[in-house]
């Protein structure tokens, strides 16, 4: 169970594995920069970004819907 105001999601393991690879590449420079100093800090970072685009409009059709 998730700390009060988290929430918990589910990917495939390629999923997964594919970020916290690019995670590995990009610590250190996201730690001194960022202050992003753990893999779950830097995925809601990349998850905020998305978001911040997607409200300004410069992620229009850029994902395509899953079906339900």
């Known amino acids: 169970m998730p700390k009060k105001g988290y929430k918990t999601i589910t990917v495939k393991a390629?999923?997964?594995d594919?970020?916290?690879n690019e995670w590995l590449k990009v610590k250190?420079?996201?730690s001194i920069?960022?202050?992003i100093r753990?893999?779950?800090a830097y995925i809601?970072?990349?998850?905020?970004?998305?978001m911040t685009d997607d409200?300004?409009?410069?992620n229009k059709n850029k994902f395509v819907k899953?079906?339900?």
């Open 66 to 68: 899953a079906d339900s």
């Open 33 to 35: 920069k960022n202050g």
């Open 55 to 58: 409200t300004k409009g410069k």
């Open 14 to 16: 390629e999923v997964y």
């Open 44 to 50: 809601t970072y990349l998850l905020a970004q998305l």
């Open 28 to 30: 250190d420079e996201y």
């Open 38 to 40: 753990s893999f779950s």
């Open 18 to 20: 594919y970020f916290f």
